[in-house]
């Protein structure tokens, strides 16, 4: 099923959530919504399934106006952050729910539901949870059975609210993998909400980055990490370091700097921002550089070093503790990134670059 | 060959253990406990057969009857209209909630005898609601209706307060689960919220029940206290009191006892019936 969303606004009392969002999503596509709390990420996908209503825009899905349909109409399932498990049912009358609330006359036989229930059980590979009580299970099994019951509709769309917020690293890890697996098995168009950006580019054919209730950008993992559309989404995208510079020619100059490795950008000359990443900084020994090592910390795998330059101003750099070269602190360094973003303080040269994928 | 260590005796983390336990359990013998007991015990002094004769009474049954009766008539009005007051009171947002909502608690507040008179004044042939009600043959007061009313007026607050907090604290993300998933409003509450709600719902309605068969003040007001006809067992009781017949008394009482006992035992077993997937 085909999304496609215009103008689409939503206030909460006087706070703007949305504003303005368009998008498209394609039939099948598994679609990430990335942003930080507050960019009304998790409002839209809960106007998608039409647990909110926007104040004005339209949300049409396969050519159907979905604004004049109730949530118990749009045929969506929808996984919930903390999964909503029903506590009072066991895990097989969980995911047979949706199946059993339906009208007499489109209601499965018990056999066929009961054979329906026994195949996701299987696809979640949970068949021996099937009937203890979600109070019973860990929270992998639990966001297992969530999305079991929301698949058991055979959804027109899945909509996956941080489904793997409230677990644990080694799990989150597993987890995403199979629900990729899981999106491939059931075709199924899929959009997922996080503030996590690891899991979005892993997971996700498309993330669209959201700040402010608007959308900053929307693009392929690669896209988006070669050619951040705005300060925002670079910063967003861990470049936590942000030098003055100035640009010529699509190159960043500025003393101590070494940009020879960043690709060149479509911006107009003149003072501008340049981001970086801690964790893509090389460092080479260069007494003229106005850099200097000024605190060196090690966690084991990592050196955490902070360097002072021009106008007191301190940046982070993290480097691999095997391979780094000899640093002594109070010695003078060139930074040479490796990836970072620039932003002329001008705008972009052409208003609409070919790289950028924002609306 | 080592010594057997000694078990490590456990200290408890929160201190107190033994001073607050025991001040419990002493008020608790001093209030419920003994007066209990002396209740069984002036009740075995009568000896089975002249026991069986007193509650046997005509008079006594008639009693029974006409408080289980009128008692179970309260306990059903309650549950409906308690279980009503405690959703629009959680789920609508409306002028004058918040006054609603202390109202709720006005027959607790109120000295039950006062509220006997009041509803006597309004239902009596000249009251107010008894001058629309007496040309249609209805009447209230004197009548089991009367008593019945009275009942459900003092126990209302028990089905409403132990309802509210519980539909309150319900996650609303359960009700959306739903919706998603097809259910229309009426499956919705059939089938995700009622089954949550129904542990307190019970030990609500349990309460409130056990409140009308005891309820003594304002039913002697309204209910005219004929024998076989609209005297409820509290107040036989009270009667046989007053007429030094101290054994009577406590046979009647003791029945009522039991009942109280009965009520509680069924209402744990729904009770936990209701809550057993909170089992681990």
């Not at chain 2, 004044?121 to 209230?140: C, D, K, R, Y």
Request: hydrophobic share 50%.
């Amino acid at each position: 099923m085909t999304i496609s969303i215009t103008g689409l606004t939503k206030s909460f009392d006087a706070t703007q959530v949305l504003r303005g969002i368009d998008l498209k999503v394609e039939d099948g596509e598994l679609l990430a919504l990335l942003g930080p709390s507050g960019s009304g990420k998790t409002t839209l996908l809960r106007i998608i399934a039409g647990l909110e209503w926007p104040d004005a825009g339209q949300l049409v899905v396969a050519g159907q106006d979905w604004l004049a349909l109730p949530a118990q109409k749009r045929r969506i399932g929808f996984v919930f952050q903390h999964y909503a498990l029903f506590p009072h049912m066991t895990v097989r009358d969980n995911i047979a729910f949706g199946l059993t609330v339906r009208p007499r006359s489109e209601r499965p036989a018990p056999a066929q539901i009961d054979a329906t229930v026994d195949n996701l059980l299987n696809l979640l590979q949970i068949p021996h949870l099937a009937d203890r009580f979600p109070g019973q299970l860990s929270g992998g099994q639990r966001q297992r059975v969530a999305l079991g019951r929301a698949l058991a509709i055979q959804p027109a769309v899945l909509l996956l609210d941080e489904p793997f917020g409230a677990l644990d690293a080694a799990i989150r890890r597993d987890l995403r993998r199979w629900l990729r697996e899981v999106h491939e098995k059931t075709g199924s168009t899929t959009i997922f909400v996080t503030h996590d950006q690891e899991e979005a580019f892993e997971l996700a054919d498309r993330v669209v980055v959201m700040g402010d209730g608007q959308i900053s950008q929307i693009g392929t993992a690669d896209e988006i990490h070669d050619h951040p559309a705005s300060a925002f989404v670079a910063q967003f995208m861990g470049a936590s370091i942000t030098l003055p510079v100035t640009l010529r020619g699509g190159r960043a100059e500025a003393p101590g700097l070494d940009a020879r490795e960043l690709m060149t950008c479509a911006e107009a000359d003149g003072p501008g921002q340049l981001h970086l990443r801690p964790d893509s900084i090389a460092l080479e020994s260069d007494p003229a550089s106005p850099w200097v090592l000024t605190r060196k910390d090690s966690n084991g795998t990592d050196l955490r070093l902070v360097l002072t330059g021009p106008d007191d101003s301190q940046i982070d750099v993290d480097l691999p503790r095997r391979g780094a070269p000899a640093l002594v602190v109070g010695g003078h360094f060139r930074l040479r990134p490796l990836w970072g973003a620039m932003f002329s303080d001008a705008g972009p040269v052409a208003p609409a670059a070919p790289i950028r994928l924002s609306a | 060959m080592t010594d057997i260590a000694a078990p490590i005796r456990a200290k408890r983390v929160l201190p107190g253990f033994t001073l607050s336990l025991g001040t419990v359990l002493l008020y608790m013998t001093v209030i419920v406990l003994l007066p209990v007991l002396a209740l069984i015990l002036k009740g075995a002094e009568i000896g089975p057969a002249r026991f069986w004769d007193i509650i046997t009474s005509a008079r006594t049954l008639a009693a029974l009857r006409l408080t289980i009766t009128a008692a179970l008539i309260a306990t059903a009005i309650n549950a409906v209209y308690g279980l009503l007051m405690a959703w629009v009171l959680t789920r609508y947002e409306f002028p004058g909630r918040r006054i609603l909502d202390a109202l709720i608690d006005v027959p607790f507040a109120l000295p039950t005898a006062v509220a006997g008179l009041s509803l006597t004044a309004l239902f009596s042939g000249n009251g107010w609601f008894g001058q629309l009600l007496e040309p249609l043959g209805i009447s209230v007061t004197y009548t089991i209706w009367g008593v019945a009313l009275a009942m459900s007026f003092t126990s209302i607050p028990f089905v409403v307060r132990t309802v509210q907090p519980v539909l309150e604290d319900l996650d609303p993300a359960y009700e959306q689960a739903a919706r998603t998933l097809g259910a229309s409003e009426f499956t919705i509450f059939r089938r995700v919220v009622f089954p949550q709600i129904l542990p307190a719902y019970l030990a609500g309605c349990t309460i409130a029940l056990a409140r009308s068969l005891g309820e003594f003040g304002a039913v002697v007001f309204i209910a005219g206290n004929l024998p076989f006809k609209t005297e409820i067992a509290a107040l036989l009781a009270f009667i046989r009191l007053e007429e030094y017949d101290y054994q009577g008394a406590a046979a009647i009482a003791l029945v009522l006892l039991f009942f109280a006992l009965i009520l509680l035992f069924v209402s744990n077993r729904l009770q936990a019936r209701a809550m057993r997937f909170k089992e681990r």
